[in-house]
């Protein structure tokens, strides 16, 4: 089957570093999209990893590991503004469109 | 501005009443997809379509029709909206699959 499995919920605090975790199980794997959901408003794309290792791009990290089937996404120095939910979401093959998202992991960043 | 556009924001209708959802890009992108987002289980995709006329079941494509009849359109039609369609629904455009996505700024659909 296909799962992407991600934690529902984290709090850190301002200025703080934070790690969301993500695994996946899918049949075909291309690559692995972060997005970045504030409440009531669309997603917005963060980063894309394709090949094994870390991506950096300003605060925010993305890595990937394709044999452990795991991604993570780091933010550093944590502002308010970064109170989110993110959204991991694997895509299946480069042959298809289609791509499955886990069910977002809710960020508060706290004073 | 590059953007994609939905029309509705917002809708209530009532069940077996025919609907459709626009969706526009101007970005000249290939891909385009469709997504409902429900809470505790995330995005999941309905359909998808990687060029003009060619369209494609994602993991949730039951009670929903979709049509790819020119580049810049992907709307989405409920034939016979039933109240497990209540959801809110978003609209992406990329120039590939594998590509950065730009998401439309949701529809709330309210099946009574």
């Known amino acids: 089957g296909q799962n992407i499995d991600q934690p529902t919920e984290m709090t850190a605090t301002e200025g703080a570093i934070v790690q969301i975790n993500c695994t996946y199980q899918?049949?075909?794997?291309?690559?692995l999209f972060w997005y970045q959901q504030h409440a009531g408003e669309a997603p917005t794309f963060l980063s894309y990893n394709v090949l094994d290792g870390l991506e950096e791009k300003g605060r925010f990290s993305s890595f990937l590991s394709r044999s452990k089937g795991y991604s993570y996404l780091l933010l550093k120095e944590l502002q308010m503004k970064d109170s989110a939910s993110y959204l991991c979401a694997a895509h299946g093959s480069s042959n298809t469109g289609k791509l499955i998202f886990g069910q977002g992991t809710t960020l508060q960043v706290k004073p | 501005e590059a953007q994609v556009t939905q029309n509705p924001r917002y809708l209530i209708t009532v069940t077996g009443k025919k609907l459709t959802v626009t969706c526009s890009q101007n970005?000249?992108?290939?891909?385009m997809s469709w997504y409902r987002q429900d809470p505790g289980l995330g995005l999941r995709q309905i359909y998808y379509?990687?060029?003009?006329?060619?369209?494609d079941k994602g993991d949730v494509p039951e009670g929903y029709k979709v049509s790819r009849k020119e580049k810049r359109n992907f709307p989405l039609i409920l034939e016979s909206p039933s109240p497990n369609q209540t959801s809110l629904y978003f609209c992406?455009?990329?120039?590939?699959?594998?590509?950065?996505?730009?998401f439309g700024q949701g529809t709330r659909l309210t099946v009574v």
């Open positions: 970005m000249n992108h290939e891909y």
């Open positions: 992406a455009s990329s120039f590939f699959g594998n590509t950065e996505a730009f």
């Open positions: 899918t049949s075909g794997f291309n690559g």
């Open positions: 379509s990687m060029n003009v006329e060619v369209t």
